[in-house]
T-cell receptor, first 113, second 113 residues
Framework: NAGVTQTPKFRILKIGQSMTLQCTQD?????MYWYRQDPGMGLKLIYY???????DKGEVPNGYNVSRSTTEDFPLRLELAAPSQTSVYFC????????????FGQGTRLTVV | AQSVTQLGSHVSVSEGALVLLRCNYS??????LFWYVQYPNQGLQLLLK??????LVKGINGFEAEFKKSETSFHLTKPSAHMSDAAEYFC???????????FGTGTRLKVLA
């Protein structure tokens, strides 16, 4: 059971470039989330999804887009990378049916130069 | 709006000493509360959680936390620190009526030999 898998683990982007951070979970969880983590700031919610085809904005959605075509996958898209998007990104999932804890991926460390 | 406050962004303890990491929350209803631990270059993993029932919650690695409604606190403790406890610890609350989670800004624990 792999849990939540994120790819890539590290990436360097140039300003204005685009990329997609991949997240997949094999636990059949309904809810999925994208957070960014900046030093001293904790985790900020970017986008979340309550099921396939349904997404909503979190606290800091500007500059990002998401889609949820399947239960398993929840990719995060950066269209025009900016230095302010340098961060560590975490994907998480929760099973609505039991318990309430979130399972996290290992993170993607993104640097925009 | 619900929020979580972690007092002390850095805490240092000697090996074998008591670990106390503080978390206060704001919520108008009984909250779901969590402590997560993050080791360097890894994702977050659940230490313990409070949902309902017993207010003293035991978690992994000898940690425990007590939910005190009168003090709106959920402090994390461990009787005797071990070098392997050095990590960053996050307190979180589930936002009322949703499956969104609000994280504190984290406390980095350093264990001194």
């Amino acid at each position: 059971n792999a849990g939540v898998t994120q790819t890539p683990k590290f990436r360097i982007l140039k300003i204005g470039q685009s990329m997609t951070l991949q997240c997949t979970q094999d636990m059949n969880h309904n809810y999925m989330y994208w957070y960014r983590q900046d030093p001293g700031m904790g985790l900020k919610l970017i986008y979340y999804s309550v099921g396939a085809g349904i997404t909503d904005k979190g606290e800091v959605p500007n500059g990002y887009n998401v889609s949820r075509s399947t239960t398993e996958d929840f990719p995060l898209r950066l269209e025009l990378a900016a230095p302010s998007q340098t961060s560590v990104y975490f994907c998480a999932s929760i099973d609505r049916g039991q318990g309430t804890e979130a399972f996290f991926g290992q993170g993607t460390r993104l640097t925009v130069v | 709006a619900q929020s979580v406050t972690q007092l002390g962004s850095h805490v240092s303890v000697s090996e074998g000493a008591l670990v106390l990491l503080r978390c206060n929350y704001s919520s108008s209803v009984p909250p779901y509360l969590f402590w997560y631990v993050q080791y360097p270059n890894q994702g977050l993993q659940l230490l313990l959680k409070y949902t309902t029932g017993a207010t003293l919650v035991k978690g992994i690695n000898g940690f425990e936390a007590e939910f005190k409604k009168s003090e709106t606190s959920f402090h994390l403790t461990k009787p005797s620190a071990h070098m392997s406890d050095a990590a960053e610890y996050f307190c979180a609350v589930r936002q009322e009526g949703t499956y969104k989670y609000i994280f504190g800004t984290g406390t980095r624990l350093k264990v001194l030999a």
